[in-house]
């Protein structure tokens, strides 16, 4: 009886053991959409508005495949002006907006990504 139920909890850790690997993408793919949605958003609260050009070429991607996300400006147009604000010019102080917006995000990664581990562990 005892061999018995040692065997059933052996199935159980190695099942347990074989989604790691699935459960461990999984919250690393939600950890990067969170994080970088949660950055775009802090960068576009922080970022100075005289036309609205600024907060509006914020955006983020996700490159699930590499594991990586990222935040920023890709619109040529705005771009210039987007690194002359944050680092400011000699006759324009600066006005930092994405950085700050970085490092405000940075703590919270490792919790979110243990939480979403253990939820993808527990849904299989």
Known sequence: MADNARLEGLARALRAVQRIPKAMREARTETLHEW???????????????????????????????????VGIWKEDVLEYAMYVEKGTSSMPDQPYLVPAFN???????????????RHMRTE
């Open 36 to 70: 970088a949605d949660a950055t775009r958003t802090a960068a576009e609260e922080r970022a100075p508005v005289r036309t609205g050009a600024l907060e509006n070429a914020l955006d983020h991607d996700v490159l699930e495949q590499y594991g990586r996300a990222e």
């Open 104 to 118: 405000e995000q940075r703590p919270k990664v490792t919790r979110t990504y243990r939480a979403a581990f253990r």
